[in-house]
């Protein structure tokens, strides 16, 4: 199997920084595009960033400028640099993957645990 591993969320103040991390393990041959989500309370899961394999980046628009996404696919791992928090990033973040496990196997989505993300003074 395949599990997808978050760490370095907590609790800051306004425009305070942190890094999230997201280590993939398990049965992988490769990871195609890796994505940060969050999901903030009573609302739905929503794209933060996206990275190919290729290192080719997306962002929402709500985090641009603020917000760095990237990978060592050596170590099949993932970060987010986040910057300038605001009270609105306040949410649980989740790291998002395509796998293919072996040659025998297609891509498949997997999901972290989620990581929780407060920004308050």
């Known amino acids: 199997q395949v599990q997808l591993v978050e760490s370095g969320g907590g609790l800051v103040q306004p425009g305070e920084s942190l890094r999230l991390s997201c280590a993939a393990s398990?049965?992988?041959?490769?990871?195609?595009?890796m994505a940060w989500y969050r999901q903030a309370p009573g609302e739905g899961r929503d794209l933060v960033a996206r990275?190919?394999?290729?290192?080719?980046?997306n962002y929402a628009d709500s985090v641009k400028g603020r917000f760095t996404i990237s990978r060592d696919s050596a170590k099949n791992t993932m970060f987010l640099q986040m910057n300038s928090l605001k009270p609105e990033d306040t949410a649980v973040y989740y790291c998002?993957?395509?796998?293919?496990?072996?040659?025998?196997?297609?891509?498949?989505?997997?999901w972290g645990q989620g990581t929780q993300v407060t920004v308050s003074s």
């Open positions: 998002h993957a395509i796998v293919r496990r072996s040659t025998y196997f297609p891509f498949n989505i997997y």
């Open positions: 398990g049965s992988i041959f490769s990871i195609g595009a």
């Open positions: 990275i190919t394999s290729g290192g080719d980046t």
